[in-house]
């Protein structure tokens, strides 16, 4: 069974810094593409970024300067690392994988960026609350 389970969120002022995690199972991070994205009350799903098997990276050009994605395959784990914090990052986060092959559910509302082909499995979300 895949699953992916989120971590690292909280309240933070404007200016700080958050790292959250993602620990996979069910299958190996290692040669699949990953990826972040958020959602805010009110609002439309909005892509952070993602990291091919390769460990190539894209990222929306409003996040790059202050958000880092990574894995680590020996953890199983994707990584977020957020710097530089706003308001306006509040929002829920969540993480999520492109396994082709292995079931999950492909019909999900389109957001950018992602990885190609999209995502089957996401995670339950982590809340992140940045305070002015």
Known sequence: QVTLVESGGGSVQAGGSLRL????????VTGY???????AP??????IAYIRGGGTTTY??????RFTISKDNAKN???LQMD??????TAMYYCAVNLPGLGGNWNRPYFSPRCPGGYNYW???TQVTVSS
């Open 84 to 89: 530089s914090l706003k308001p306006d990052d």
């Open 123 to 125: 995670g339950q979300g």
């Open 21 to 28: 995690s993602c620990a996979a199972s069910g299958y190996s």
């Open 60 to 65: 929306a050009d409003s996040m790059k300067a």
């Open 42 to 47: 009110g609002k439309e799903r909005e892509g």
């Open 33 to 39: 593409c990953l990826g972040w994205f958020r959602q």
């Open 77 to 79: 784990t994707l990584y």
